[in-house]
């Protein structure tokens, strides 16, 4: 009994660290048709390592449901913070280092924005854009694949995604809208596009998706505390 008592509270530590760390997930949440299924079927994961002040990111569509089809053809990435009047600079210098029949991207010129999001994406200095080669339904990022993109950085070696994100914080330029996608081809939207933008830092669930994992923790404990206290009466 006392194994179980002590297991309960170990058990709620180990959901929240399960979940409390990891990759950035941005969702799809605009599009200007109606869809069949959760836009938030559309989504890509964003990673990041650094050494030797170079930071390697990692973008990967990662989409699931009812999404089948989707291509991300653009990816925006802010790599400036307007509040800061020196060192503002996190990122800079990118390079594309995936290069595959599948998967070729190029760096615009100019950010063009997103649709959706054209006061978040146009600003100045502006964002990277990373552009599909032609065809995008060809060369963009289909499901499970993934690009790399390099930068130097002003980040210290063994920061991550949310040590990007951390960057921001503390101004009106906050750590919400910093990467982006433009998607074409959502099977959810009748092959049309989507985009979104990130909220928050990290990938981690809502308050209500994290008491739902927690509470059914604690519940598995219990029943299996109430069963052996009912075998051995």
């Known amino acids: 009994m006392k194994t179980l008592a002590f297991l309960a509270p170990a058990l709620i530590v180990a959901c929240v660290a ?9 969702y799809a949440t605009h599009c200007d048709y109606t869809p069949i299924g959760p836009l938030t079927d559309i989504s890509m994961s964003v990673d990041l390592s650094v050494a030797g002040g170079v930071a390697v990111m990692t973008f990967t569509n990662t989409s699931s449901g009812l999404e089948t089809s989707a291509v991300f053809k653009e990816i925006v990435v802010d790599m400036h913070d307007n509040d800061l009047s020196s060192g503002a600079d996190v990122l800079w210098n990118p ?6 029949n599948d998967v070729q991207f ?3 010129k100019k950010c063009n924005g997103l649709p959706g999001f054209n006061a978040y994406t146009k600003e100045t200095p502006p964002l990277a854009e990373l552009q599909a080669a032609k065809p995008p339904t ?11 993109v390099q930068f130097n950085t002003s980040l210290a070696d063994g920061s991550d995604i949310g040590d990007y994100a951390a960057f921001f914080d503390g101004g009106q330029d906050s750590s919400d809208h910093l990467i982006g996608f433009h998607a074409i081809s959502s099977s959810i939207v009748g092959g049309q596009s989507v985009s979104g933008m990130n909220v928050g830092a990290v990938g981690v669930p809502e308050p209500a998706t994290l008491i739902l994992l927690v509470t059914g923790g604690v519940g598995l404990v219990m029943r299996e505390k109430i069963r052996r206290k009912s075998s051995r009466s």
Do not use: F, K
């Open 18 to 26: 399960s979940v409390s760390s990891g990759s950035m997930i941005v």
């Open 95 to 100: 390079v594309i280092l995936t290069n595959t």
């Open 106 to 108: 190029g760096l615009a």
């Open 138 to 148: 060809t060369r963009g990022l289909g499901l499970g694949e993934s690009l790399q």
